[in-house]
């Protein structure tokens, strides 16, 4: 049986990484974990989602922490305050990530995971990025608004991501050192860019007749 192993994929915002993601994760038969980490973090914390939400790389990121609810073990419908932090919010995610990791083979998409798996040994960093005017095309077909708007999202999502990345890892985003592979989807399109990430995973991990 093939050993366990995890990739992770950082992703420009309209480069198709959350495709690229999911048609990987199903030809390799394994876990995929995007937005699905907010509630399985909320499910296990009991922390309600929207506070993950505040914290998630997809929204404004903001360096200040906030008042967060805390569901009692006593009472299911009593909630009791407490000061909570960004950082404890992304320790909690990054545990749930780890575990997760260690349960079976898995993709992760955003969400610094290319840092928060930096100690696993069978680990394959990704990073996608595309031209602007695909990426701007891409988000005014998906959202149906006009391009303008569409790079405006753009602009203050990747801004977003990049502090939010920056801030939790000290790095940062989207350089080259960070990541074993980096692929613009533009030139392959979607699925010769998961071909070529299978083909690369296949041969880091020694994939073949057993998969896992």
Request: proline letters at 0%; a positive charge.
């Amino acid at each position: 049986m093939t050993q366990r192993y995890v990739i992770t994929i950082g992703r420009q915002l309209g480069s198709g990484g959350r495709e690229i993601g999911q048609k990987l994760a199903a030809r390799l038969g394994i876990s995929f974990y995007d937005k699905e980490l907010i509630r399985i973090a909320s499910r296990q914390s009991g922390l309600k989602e929207e506070f993950f939400e505040r914290v998630d790389e997809m929204k404004h990121f903001s360096l200040f922490p906030g008042l967060l609810g805390l569901r009692s073990s006593m009472n299911d419908n009593f909630f009791s305050s407490y000061y909570l932090s960004n950082e404890s919010l992304f320790k909690i995610q990054s545990d749930v990530m780890r575990k997760l990791a260690k349960e079976g083979s898995c993709i992760f998409v955003g969400r610094c995971a290319d840092y928060v798996m930096k100690d696993e040994e069978n680990c394959l960093r990704i990073f996608i990025s595309a031209f602007l005017e695909d990426r701007v095309r891409r988000i005014s077909e998906t959202h149906n608004i006009s391009e303008n708007k569409a790079k405006d999202m753009i602009e203050k999502t990747d801004k977003g991501r990049a502090a939010y990345y920056n801030y939790f890892s000290g790095k940062n985003w989207g350089t080259a050192e960070s990541y074993h592979l980096c692929i613009n989807s533009s030139l392959l399109g979607i699925e010769e860019t998961v071909s070529l990430i299978q083909r690369v995973a296949e041969e880091r991990f020694g994939l073949g007749a057993g998969k896992q």
